[in-house]
């Protein structure tokens, strides 16, 4: 089992950047794929991104390419994500996700863990 909480959610300005944390309860943290994702209001989860196990290949949905970084640290057994130049469409409840392959997938039932989600709001 993997225990994933998010953390770093607030309310920010257009144009502000957040840091989202990812902390995982897990001893091999370094097997599993990580993503984010998020869902606004009336709307779909979507991907947002994803890392590979050793956090040298990365993948981005468009709507974020150029603005959001994603980046772990295998030692602390933490993902985070790294929003800047922040939209009020990007706001939504974020969500870290793990799969136990390498395989950097974008689809909600490819992931087999989830956190509770944290709330970014953005104002314009």
């Known amino acids: 089992q993997v225990q994933l909480v998010e953390s770093g959610g607030r309310l920010a300005q257009a144009g502000g950047s957040l840091r989202l944390s990812c902390a995982a309860s897990v001893r091999t943290f370094s097997s599993y794929t990580m993503a984010w994702f998020r869902q606004a209001p009336g709307k779909d989860r979507e991907f947002i991104t994803a890392i590979s196990q050793s956090g040298g290949l990365t993948r981005y949905a468009d709507s974020v390419k150029g603005r959001f970084t994603i980046s772990r640290d295998n030692a602390k057994n933490t993902v985070y994500l790294q929003m800047n130049t922040l939209k009020p469409e990007d706001t939504a409840v974020y969500y870290c996700?793990?799969?136990?392959?390498?395989?950097?997938?974008?689809?909600?039932?490819?992931?087999?863990?989830w956190g509770q989600g944290t709330q970014v709001t953005v104002s314009s």
């Open positions: 996700a793990a799969r136990s392959t390498a395989v950097m997938l974008s689809r909600e039932t490819d992931y087999d863990f």
